[in-house]
């Protein structure tokens, strides 16, 4: 049967500009950072943050997210960079793809959490005001998969196949050229999961971790049946994927903290930063310029002018010799005189 209808791979994932290669996989983790930045600054300030908090922590957060998606990957994937026939060096190519998403978070937390405690503001609200930009970066990320023709799914012929090119499919596979767009479905379901985020924040006022929570809870959900397309190599346990897995547990993990958290602290936090606060109050405190000249100025003529007061009780209060006259005294020296012989 011949497809009518597929989705095409892109012949090649980098673009040269001269001397300087554009990855495909490195621009959609690019341009999926600045989403979330940009998404969870606004979120931040509504919550009544500073507008640059968002981006100060995210100094933090991404590179030690980069690092943990890495990380979990050549963990749980070495077979694919040591052993015989490996090179090692591999597992530092970053940019050939290759991000565990549950190290990312992970680590990518420790980050966040280092930079929060600098800032001197609670994580768990940091980590609600991001929540659904990281849902979109996701989304975005992973067309970064297209772009290299990686981590598709089984074999299909439906409408909407994504071709694979004979270098890129299973060895099993060669003659096969159509599959799942695993990436796709992932991509849209992220988005899917950003947008309740959002509701559920509007509709609910998730605070103290809540918002994130849900994000985790939801992702895992569609990440647990796309992983079970998936084709490329894993680890199995008791027959499922190691991931698949690993989407369990952190669904268990994710309501129960939703459940303890919505009991132990309801509603959201009152104060998100306390710098934001401080910074409001500043202009209510202070005083113009020219007002603080002005007051200056009239305090000190008020002085001089109470000084001129002040001198003028003192020259009448000292007694002078005409006023001894006027009271019938007689002065010393007029006393002390001889009379005048007539």
Same mark, same amino acid.
């Given at each position: 049967?011949?497809?009518?209808?597929?989705?095409?791979?892109?012949?090649?994932?980098?673009?040269?500009?001269?001397?300087?290669?554009?990855?495909?996989?490195?621009?959609?983790?690019?341009?999926?950072?600045? *989403?979330?930045?940009?998404?969870?600054?606004?979120?931040?300030?509504?919550?009544?943050?500073?507008?640059?908090?968002?981006?100060?922590?995210?100094?933090?957060?991404?590179?030690?997210?980069? *690092?943990?998606?890495?990380?979990?990957?050549?963990?749980?994937?070495?077979?694919?960079?040591?052993?015989?026939?490996?090179?090692?060096?591999?597992?530092?190519?970053?940019?050939?793809?290759?991000?565990?998403?549950?190290?990312?978070?992970?680590?990518?937390?420790?980050?966040?959490?280092?930079?929060?405690?600098?800032?001197?503001?609670?994580?768990?609200?940091?980590?609600?005001?991001?929540?659904?930009?990281?849902?979109?970066?996701?989304?975005?990320?992973?067309?970064?998969?297209?772009?290299?023709?990686?981590?598709?799914?089984?074999?299909?012929?439906?409408?909407?196949?994504?071709?694979?090119?004979?270098?890129?499919?299973?060895?099993?596979?060669?003659?096969?050229?159509?599959?799942?767009?695993?990436?796709?479905?992932?991509?849209?379901?992220?988005?899917?999961?950003?947008?309740?985020?959002?509701?559920?924040?509007?509709?609910?006022?998730?605070?103290?971790?809540?918002?994130?929570?849900?994000?985790?809870?939801?992702?895992?959900?569609?990440?647990?049946?796309?992983?079970?397309?998936?084709?490329?190599?894993?680890?199995? *346990?008791?027959?499922?994927?190691?991931?698949?897995?690993?989407?369990?547990?952190?669904?268990?993990?994710?309501?129960?903290?939703?459940?303890?958290?919505?009991?132990?602290?309801?509603?959201?936090?009152?104060?998100?930063?306390?710098?934001?606060?401080?910074?409001?109050?500043?202009?209510?405190?202070?005083?113009?310029?020219?007002?603080?000249?002005? =007051?200056?100025?009239?305090?000190?003529?008020?002085?001089?002018?109470?000084? =001129?007061?002040?001198?003028?009780?003192?020259?009448?209060?000292?007694?002078?010799?005409?006023?001894?006259?006027?009271?019938?005294?007689?002065?010393?020296?007029?006393?002390?005189?001889?009379?005048?012989?007539?």
């Amino acid at each position: 049967m011949e497809l009518i209808a597929f989705i095409p791979s892109p012949s090649r994932g980098v673009i040269h500009f001269g001397p300087i290669p554009l990855r495909g996989y490195a621009f959609c983790i690019i341009i999926g950072v600045f *989403v979330a930045v940009w998404l969870g600054g606004r979120r931040w300030v509504a919550r009544g943050g500073l507008k640059t908090t968002v981006a100060d922590i995210a100094v933090w957060a991404v590179p030690f997210g980069l *690092v943990g998606g890495r990380l979990y990957h050549v963990i749980t994937s070495y077979e694919l960079y040591f052993g015989e026939g490996k090179d090692w060096i591999n597992a530092f190519k970053i940019w050939e793809g290759g991000l565990g998403i549950w190290g990312a978070i992970a680590l990518g937390a420790l980050g966040a959490w280092i930079g929060c405690r600098r800032r001197g503001i609670s994580l768990p609200a940091y980590a609600d005001a991001v929540a659904p930009g990281i849902a979109f970066a996701q989304a975005i990320g992973r067309w970064g998969n297209w772009f290299n023709q990686e981590l598709y799914g089984r074999a299909t012929d439906l409408p909407w196949a994504l071709k694979i090119d004979s270098a890129h499919r299973p060895a099993d596979s060669l003659d096969v050229a159509t599959y799942h767009p695993t990436f796709l479905y992932e991509s849209l379901w992220c988005v899917g999961v950003a947008l309740l985020v959002i509701w559920a924040d509007r509709r609910f006022r998730l605070g103290h971790g809540r918002a994130f929570a849900l994000y985790v809870a939801a992702y895992t959900v569609g990440r647990f049946w796309i992983e079970y397309l998936r084709v490329d190599d894993a680890h199995h *346990v008791l027959g499922l994927r190691l991931n698949d897995w690993t989407s369990i547990l952190v669904f268990v993990a994710a309501v129960v903290y939703i459940v303890v958290s919505a009991r132990l602290r309801p509603g959201r936090e009152e104060v998100v930063e306390p710098a934001a606060v401080a910074a409001a109050e500043a202009p209510a405190e202070g005083t113009d310029p020219e007002a603080k000249a002005k =007051d200056a100025e009239d305090a000190k003529g008020e002085q001089a002018t109470d000084a =001129d007061a002040e001198k003028t009780e003192a020259d009448e209060a000292e007694p002078g010799p005409d006023r001894d006259e006027e009271d019938g005294a007689v002065p010393v020296d007029a006393e002390a005189k001889p009379a005048k012989n007539l």
